[in-house]
């Protein structure tokens, strides 16, 4: 069983910064993909970005190239997201996903565990 917990989150003022956390712990094979997706109220969850921890190749949704940077630390097991210029267009709940082969996917479909998800909230 594979466990994700995310920490950061919470308030953000309009054109700072967010920098998000997730740690995967159990049983997970050394090769493995994680990803953040965010669900705003009444939307669709939808892709921000991923890593793998084989590559370390990130991988990002067309409308966040530029402006998030997804990274990790395998040693720590631990996938980080950083955002700049944060608007009240990225309120949402962040999620962390994990899948098993270690290739990134858009898709939430074929990520099988999740974190519990953050608010992150965007005052202006």
């Known amino acids: 069983q594979v466990q994700l917990v995310e920490t950061g989150g919470g308030l953000v003022q309009a054109g700072g910064s967010l920098r998000l956390s997730c740690q995967a712990s159990g049983r997970t094979s050394s090769s493995f993909a994680m990803a953040w997706f965010r669900q705003a109220p009444e939307k669709a969850r939808e892709f921000v970005g991923g890593i793998a921890t084989r590559s370390g190749n990130p991988s990002y949704a067309n409308s966040m190239k530029g402006r998030a940077t997804v990274s990790r630390d395998n040693a720590k097991r631990t996938m980080y997201l950083h955002i700049d210029s944060m608007g009240p267009e990225d309120t949402a709940v962040y999620y962390c996903?994990?899948?098993?082969?270690?290739?990134?996917?858009?898709?939430?479909?074929?990520?099988?565990?999740w974190g519990q998800g953050t608010q992150v909230t965007v005052s202006s």
């Open positions: 996903a994990l899948r098993l082969p270690g290739l990134v996917s858009s898709f939430a479909s074929d990520y099988a565990y």
